[in-house]
């Protein structure tokens, strides 16, 4: 049984930073495509980053060059470093993870139905 617990989060001025953590247990390898969504309220989740077993990292234009994920397969741990963050960041985060392959991951990892692993949510709240 998979399970992803999150960490992290709060609350912070725009320009400031934020560290997300997720830890999974029940990992049998580390052929897991693992992914950062999240979601503003009254909206759909949204993608913003996935990283595959190798640690290649894909980001959406909204989070390109302010955010930075990363994972520990040794520990079976994903991370996202979230810089300059800005008002408009401000919503529930959630780590995701499906086993896939490495193509799927850098391909097709914005298809949040396709992930059946998720966390629990973690609230980011960005003031200006």
Not at 69 to 90: F, G, W, Y
Request: hydrophobic share 30%.
């Amino acid at each position: 049984q998979v399970q992803l617990v999150q960490s992290g989060g709060g609350s912070v001025q725009a320009g400031g930073s934020l560290r997300l953590s997720c830890v999974a247990s029940g990992f049998t390898d580390s052929s897991y495509c693992m992914a950062w969504f999240r979601q503003h309220p009254g909206k759909e989740r949204e993608a913003i980053t996935t990283i595959d077993s190798d640690g290649t990292a894909t980001y959406s234009d909204s989070v390109k060059a302010r955010f930075t994920v990363s994972r520990d397969n040794a520990k079976n741990t994903l991370h996202l470093q979230m810089n300059s963050l800005k008002p408009e960041d401000t919503a529930m985060y959630y780590c995701a993870a499906v086993r896939s392959s490495r193509k799927w991951c850098n391909e097709s990892w914005k298809t949040d139905r396709v992930y059946g692993y998720w966390g629990q949510g973690t609230q980011v709240t960005v003031s200006s």
